[in-house]
């Protein structure tokens, strides 16, 4: 049997008191890249903004925090975010670099495992790929067409899709490495 890690984003939405983060997340992608990483089953760890990398029982308080980066800003104009992200984003900003820096100290990475699987929004991706993500991984989300127009059915599709999915890192983040002397 494999040894598998799974990595799966938070949500915007949560509830309004401290929960664990399987229940603290309330959003419908994360409730459902959540039942794929249990039907895949392995160690699951949740990438919260705010906290690092988190196990589905840990407790933690409700906050609102948004990633800043030049991945995510390059990708999408500030037009062409959400209202509610730019909102969230304007008043508490995480940089990728200070992610990093956290995720290092936790210091979970794949190289314990078999095989791993990354379920988040690519504009993490730069904070977990060379400090959690070692080896090359499996996304579950590539191809779900953007993840703001995501679509639930697609995450519910991919268990059966699992041995197709391609191992790999996100190509299109090693300018943004280079350019910040990252790896």
């Given amino acids: 049997m494999l040894n598998k890690l799974i990595l799966i984003g938070c949500s915007a939405l949560k509830l309004d008191y401290p929960s664990p983060a399987k229940d603290l997340y309330t959003g419908v992608i994360f409730k459902k890249s959540l039942n794929l990483a249990n039907r895949i089953g392995g160690d699951i760890y949740i990438l919260s903004g705010l906290h690092g990398l988190v196990t589905p029982d840990t407790i933690i308080e409700p906050y609102e925090f948004g990633l800043e980066g030049p991945i995510f800003d390059h990708k999408y104009p500030r037009e062409q975010q959400p209202q509610k992200s730019r909102e969230r984003r304007a008043r508490n900003k995480i940089k990728v670099v200070e992610l990093r820096e956290k995720l290092k100290q936790q210091g979970i990475t794949d190289e314990n495992y ?42 519910d599709e991919q268990y059966d899709r699992l041995d197709m999915l391609p191992l790999g890192n996100h190509k299109s983040h090693q300018k943004w490495y280079k350019e910040n002397k990252i790896r």
Avoid: Q
């Avoid at 959690?132 to 697609?154: A, E, T």
């Fill in 114 to 155: 078999d095989i791993a699987y990354c379920g988040v929004s690519e504009y993490y991706l730069p904070a977990l790929e060379g400090t959690v993500l070692i080896k090359p991984y499996k996304h579950l989300l590539k191809g779900g067409f953007g993840f703001f127009i995501l679509r639930g059915s697609f995450i």
